[in-house]
């Protein structure tokens, strides 16, 4: 009988998992529209503001359209880490450098932001993950929004019409970035299981 149990317990964390699994799936191909988007205006804007060749752009391409034609690896497609990771044809200090310096905007390194979830904000996960985007801070109305996506037009528009414009933005590094949403994940599970927590106490 203790057998059977656990191999039924067992059973019930595999199909669980895979509930996530899926759930995350349609969640990321809600936003496949913007993940399409914003790849492609900001592999020409780095083209544009010389920052990368149309040569490799295009070979970028390639690996990101394999992706996104993938449910398993829309999660993770992405123009900026093909470019930084896979082929390493980008170097991610000049590109925050001129950001920076051309934008006027701040950087920021999330490793040392306490990253939770905003009170009053439509925003989930999977927008974050999509947009490589997470908003840290709210001040009064304004918002400070860490994006390794600041030079894609589409992101900007997206996140800025969503907290209705009242937005300060700061460039950050996609290993910095990583972290963060793996920490903003971490932090919504636990919120998550606390409410369940308080929910059976009531």
Known sequence: MREFADRLLSRLD????????LLVIRL???YRALILRSNRFLGSSLVNKGLLSSVDLEAANEKFMD???????????SILGTLLHDLKVLDEARLLEHIVEEHSIGLVDLDHIDIRPLPSTEVDLSLCRASSTIPFDKVDQTYMVASCYYLSAPVVKHWEELLDGKVVWYSTSMASMSR???????????????????????
Do not use: F, T, W
């Open 180 to 202: 963060g949403l793996e920490r903003l994940e971490d932090a919504i599970a636990a919120e998550k299981a606390a409410a369940e927590e308080a929910a059976e106490n009531e």
């Open 28 to 30: 990321m191909q809600q």
């Open 67 to 77: 992706a996104v034609q993938s449910p398993e690896l829309l999660k993770h497609a």
């Open 14 to 21: 595999v199909m669980a998992l895979y509930a996530a699994c």
